[in-house]
């Protein structure tokens, strides 16, 4: 027994050594110990935008340092989900860029989803390479925490930009991003920063069998993200006759940093962006902290009084509108339960006599 004592403490005394050497040849920090260096168990994140999707990606928000991509269908809602991401990261005194690729971005529209826009940068790249170059310089600056790129699809290469219509350019995109994205991994995982690509759904020629349909860019975005969200748009959603939104599926199809393949169903309302009052009702409707009796849905206060909330989800929903009171207090207990940050407007309302301050409280639930 103590002979093999004897040979770990040997192996430990080697293993620190050529730790030691490799440093020296190659800089402090090129190479550690797992236990001792790198701590994957308390990741850090910023919030998504939507409560459900959160809980969804299972450590409580999109890990920094990481790639993301969103993809789906048109108008199924990816930049919508993407824009309530900035206006998160915001809220949390953090800086956010938008590299608008489509040239599409809709000003007033991100001021509804409550982004600021006064302190966004945004860049409107002519070229693919020039874009990718400006994602480079942003995540090189170390200070910003959110790069949303909109979209792949329109990172057009500069040869094809200055190339005749007509003229075969196979495969140019994939290589770009492929350089890109080796570039780029190792700068963002060393700043912290998330970048978020959109990216848009092609249909593979000639499938008979399978899923036709595939992202554009090549597949190194596949390999190089930590998450992969598929956006997906499902029932419309009707006042009287008229179409106000859609239910979307929000679908986890890869994650490094927890189990996959979970997903969030949300209401996309025109002009709105994700419904949250929708999102906390149904989220308390799957948690009982609402209960539901035939048609009629009730909630228990914190006294153990039962309120009726009304019959049908949107009578109920429309009282919880009705009473911000009760809505934020189902917010708080969800955000707490599931150990996600917790906006200051909660926090001042529902934690007011704790002795930490709201900067503590936020700074631990963005490691779980």
Known sequence: ??????????????????????????????????????DNSNISVVPSGCLSLDIALGVGGYPRGRIVEIYGNESSGKTTLALHSLAEVQKLNGIVAFVDAEHALDVEYAKKLGVDVDKLIVSQPDYGEQALEIVDSLIRSNIVDLIVVDSVAALVPKAEIEGAMGDSHMGLQARLMSQALRKLAGSISKSKSIVIFINQVRMKIGVVYGNPETTTGGIALKFYSTIRVEVRKGNAIREGKDQIGNETTLKIVKNKVAPPFKQA????????????????????????????????????????????????????????????????????????KHNLIIPDYLIEKFESNSSKSKKEKNEEVQKN
């Open 1 to 38: 027994m103590a002979k093999n004592d004897s040979k770990d403490t040997n192996k430990d005394e080697l293993l620190e050594k050529l730790v030691k050497e490799l440093e020296k040849n190659h800089g402090t920090g090129s190479v550690m110990i797992m236990g001792k260096g790198l």
């Open 265 to 336: 169903n949300v209401d996309m309302i025109f002009g709105r962006g994700i419904a949250k009052e929708n999102d906390i009702f149904n989220l308390a409707v799957e948690e009982d902290l609402i209960q539901r009796k035939g048609a009629w849905f009730s909630y228990i206060n914190e006294n153990g009084e039962e309120i009726s909330l009304g019959q049908g989800k949107t009578n109920s929903i429309s009282y919880l509108m009705e009473n911000p009171d009760i809505l934020n207090y189902l917010e708080y207990t969800i955000r707490k």
